[in-house]
């Protein structure tokens, strides 16, 4: 009885298990009844026909990366690289995915190692490095058109590495090195050259400012001396006249008289002062005839009546007045 009420449990656990089926959120179930596809299990609970329907396949129906391995491909110059790469791929139709090919992972690596030798071969090295985006473009359109009756979706496709022969290399770092050391000695060059403009153009502004200044400073120079003479002109006509008035006034002869007088005294104290060797009018008369003469013309001049006097007394002090200032040259 044991052994039949045993039988009777594992028949009816295995057909429950054939019976129920339970997909995860993850995956999406193939179903097949009688060996023909019968539908596809959403993530859920599911009842099964036991002995008809059976779990035919299982997809993952999330993103997958697929690492591509390493591949040597030649460039455009002819030179060998290796190149590695990443493709994501999602499926998107499980039945075609099932049933359009054998393994579509394995077709997924194969199609985009032959699709990166291809794309490769039609750049140079030198480009292989700055247009990897546009590689990258071209190979997930050529994939994702290949495998579209696969019902899977080529997502994107990154390159991991691309790396050239030790000898390639080398001449690469070397032809760098020079062209970093040529677009140095330009650098230099242009910064010499950009110096020397800056240097040129100061010491013009710097000519123009001071030729500018000098010639401010000499029109203002001009203009205040035109001032000037124009103001000492003025000034002199304007005693001038106020003398020629003075003059015809009573009196005012005497006044030039006796200023000429002071003036010549002025004059000849100076010469006293300031001459090693003592110096004496020679002629007295001669220098009174010359205040004589002086009170004959202020007598010529209209509008002025000379006293009798007048040139005794002029005579008399300039004769008086060199002779004191003899006295206080000798003291």
Known sequence: MLTIFTVLVLLAVFVVWKLFIVVPMREAVVKERLG????????????????????????????QVIDVPEQTCITRDNIQVDVDGIVYLKVMDPEKASYGIQDYRRAAINLAQTTMRSEMGKIELERTFSERDSINENIVREIDIASDPWGIKVLRYEIKNITPPPRVIDTLEKQMEAERTKRAEITLATAEKEYLINISQGERQEAINNSEGEKQKRINEAHGQASEISLVAKASAYGIRKVAEAVQKPGGAKAVQMRIVEQFTEEFGKILRSANISVVPSQLASIKGFFEGIGRVSSGIPGIEPSPGDNINAATAAGSAPGSAIKKFQE
């Open 36 to 63: 023909k596809f019968a539908g596809v299990l959403n993530p859920g609970f599911h009842f099964l026909i036991p002995f008809f329907d059976r779990v035919a396949y299982r997809h993952e129906i999330r993103e």
